[in-house]
């Protein structure tokens, strides 16, 4: 009997993680056109993107791009759009970043005089669980999915505490 309940608190755990993350939303950066250098010279393109969205922890952007890259960086560097040291650095073609704490996150693009052009963002993470924005570009069927897991996940565990107590 000892076993089963270490096995159940297991699941439970494993479940658990599940479930807090169906709350979590993935956001495209930009929409369906991705980080990109703007057309035009404007660097407040991305800015006004991420002020139509609601950032909370755990939340993930998506970054698609071709021949280009994605940095964190400090505000400093930011303002310069330069940085030698960044915080996290990218440039794989489909990079996925966790906000994994409340604050500010400043966005560059690495690639010489993008960042001039117009790709650089600031995200801002709530501090607290705020309902999102209707704007948000995380797809309907991503969201379902997830909280259909978490639901599978909760049976899953009252299945489990039935069958070890019964």
């Known amino acids: 009997m000892g076993s089963s309940k270490v096995i ?3 699941v439970f755990l494993l479940c658990s ?3 807090f993350r169906a709350f979590a939303t993935e956001f495209n950066v930009g929409g369906d056109k991705g980080w990109v250098v703007p ?3 404007d660097d407040q393109l991305y800015n006004q993107w991420a002020g139509k969205n609601r950032f909370k922890i755990n939340d ?4 698609e791009y071709k021949r280009d890259s994605v940095l964190v960086v400090t505000k400093e560097e930011y303002e310069k759009c330069k940085s030698s040291r960044p915080i996290f650095f990218s440039n794989n073609g489909k990079t996925i970043y966790i906000l994994d ?3 500010l ?3 560059i693009s690495g690639v010489s005089g993008h960042c001039e052009r117009g790709l650089k963002m600031i995200i801002k993470v709530l501090e607290s ?3 999102q924005s209707a704007n948000h570009t995380s797809s309907p069927t991503v969201a379902a999915a997830n909280v259909a897991n978490a639901i599978h996940g909760m049976m899953l565990v009252g299945v489990l505490i039935v069958g070890v107590f019964m």
């Open 39 to 41: 057309t035009e010279k």
């Open 17 to 19: 993680v599940n479930f």
């Open 8 to 10: 159940l608190c297991l």
């Open 60 to 63: 993930t952007l998506r970054f």
């Open 105 to 107: 996150y400043y966005f």
């Open 129 to 131: 669980a705020t309902p």
């Open 101 to 103: 704490e409340s604050g």
